[in-house]
């Protein structure tokens, strides 16, 4: 079994900054991708950003220079650092972990998702 705790979102001014997290926990053999994604009312679930095991990372080219992912291979978590927020930043914040699980194999675990409210 493998588990997703996000943390980090919640109400900002326009301009300001977030933080947000995912920590894996559980029968973890080896974490691959990570990435985050957004889904704002009223639309599809987006791309944000997404960093490989590497150490390679993609941004959505609407966050480019103001958001940066990265992730923490010995906690199991990934971050992504959210600065000059704007109002169409508002959406809920979803983490999606490519993992290796004992026993399980290899798939694709989402968190429940973390509200980001950025107001004007």
């Known amino acids: 079994q493998v588990q997703l705790v996000e943390s980090g979102g919640g109400l900002v001014q326009a301009g300001g900054s977030l933080r947000l997290s995912c920590a894996a926990s559980?029968?973890?053999?080896?974490?691959?991708?990570m990435g985050w994604y957004r889904q704002a009312p009223g639309k599809q679930r987006e791309l944000v950003a997404t960093?490989?095991?590497?150490?390679?990372?993609n941004y959505a080219d609407s966050v480019k220079g103001r958001f940066t992912i990265s992730r923490d291979n010995a906690k199991n978590t990934v971050y992504l650092q959210m600065n000059s927020l704007k109002p169409e930043d508002t959406a809920v914040y979803y983490c999606?972990?490519?993992?290796w699980g004992i026993g399980s194999g290899v798939m694709d675990y989402w968190g429940k998702g973390t509200v980001v409210t950025v107001s004007s």
């Open positions: 960093i490989t095991s590497g150490g390679r990372t």
């Open positions: 559980g029968s973890i053999f080896r974490i691959n991708d």
């Open positions: 999606k972990l490519n993992i």
